[in-house]
C-alpha cells in the first residue's frame, strides 16, 4: 500500500508521516525525491526544491514570455513555471519508490502522479493559518509577521505546481481520500487517523 501526504505548510504533516510510516511498518519517503530527481538531472537537490516551491512573480512571466523577441511576444507566458524535465524526474522518482511498496510518500504531487493506482490512500494534512502560523513561527525562531509570510509563499508555490502541473486543485477535498486537521487532533491523533484509514483500505 502506498500513502501519499499532501500538506499545508506549517500543519505538522512531516511529524504526522513519520508516526505513520513508525506505526504501519513502512518507508518513508521525503527528501530523498528531489535527491533522485536531481540526480537524474544531473544537478543538485536545492535546484529541485526551489522549482516546486517558489512561485514565480508576474514580471518573471511577463519576461519570460518576452524572452523570444518581438513575434513571440503577443503568446501568453508558459503556464507552467516548473521546467518539464524536472516535473518528469519527480514523476520518475516517485513511481519508482511506488515499485517498491508500502511507503509513505510526502509532497511532489504523488497522488496526482499515482492516480491510477488502486493501492493508493491519499491524505491532505492542514491547520487554520494561526495554528500554522504559531508553529512555524516557534519552528523557525520568527516572528507571526515573517512566518504568516513564509506560509503564503510555500502554500501559493503548491497551489501553482498542482494548477499548472496537473491541472488539479490543490487542498481540495475531492481529490483526496482522508483530510485531516492536525490543529484538532494533534501529531498523534491524526497519525492514528491516517493508519486506521490505511489498514481499513486492507493495508
Not at 508555490?157 to 481520500?177: F, S
Amino acid at each position: 500500500m502506498i500513502v501519499t501526504i499532501s500538506r499545508m505548510y506549517g500543519a505538522s504533516a512531516l511529524a504526522v508521516s513519520r508516526l505513520v510510516a513508525e506505526k504501519l511498518g513502512y518507508r518513508l519517503v521525503d527528501e530523498q525525491l528531489p535527491v533522485v530527481a536531481a540526480w537524474r538531472l544531473g544537478t543538485s537537490a536545492d535546484v529541485v526544491q526551489t522549482a516546486t516551491e517558489r512561485p514565480r512573480g508576474f514580471g518573471e512571466r511577463v519576461l519570460q514570455g518576452l524572452s523570444g523577441g518581438v513575434p513571440e511576444a503577443a503568446q501568453p507566458p508558459a503556464e507552467d513555471d516548473v521546467p518539464a524535465e524536472t516535473r518528469r524526474a519527480i514523476e520518475e522518482a516517485v513511481r519508482e519508490e511506488a515499485a517498491s511498496g508500502n511507503a509513505v510518500i510526502v509532497g511532489r504531487m504523488a497522488g496526482a502522479i499515482l492516480r491510477e493506482r488502486s493501492d493508493v490512500v491519499r491524505v491532505f494534512v492542514h491547520a487554520p493559518p494561526a495554528w500554522r502560523a504559531e508553529h512555524v513561527a516557534e519552528s523557525l525562531g520568527v516572528d507571526l509577521a515573517a512566518a504568516r509570510a513564509e506560509i503564503a509563499r510555500i502554500d501559493e508555490a503548491r497551489r501553482a505546481y498542482a494548477r499548472e502541473g496537473y491541472r488539479v486543485t490543490w487542498g481540495d477535498p475531492r481529490n483526496y481520500d482522508l483530510v485531516v486537521d492536525t490543529s484538532r487532533f494533534g501529531v498523534e491523533g491524526s497519525a492514528e487517523i491516517v493508519v486506521t484509514a490505511v489498514r481499513a483500505a486492507g493495508g
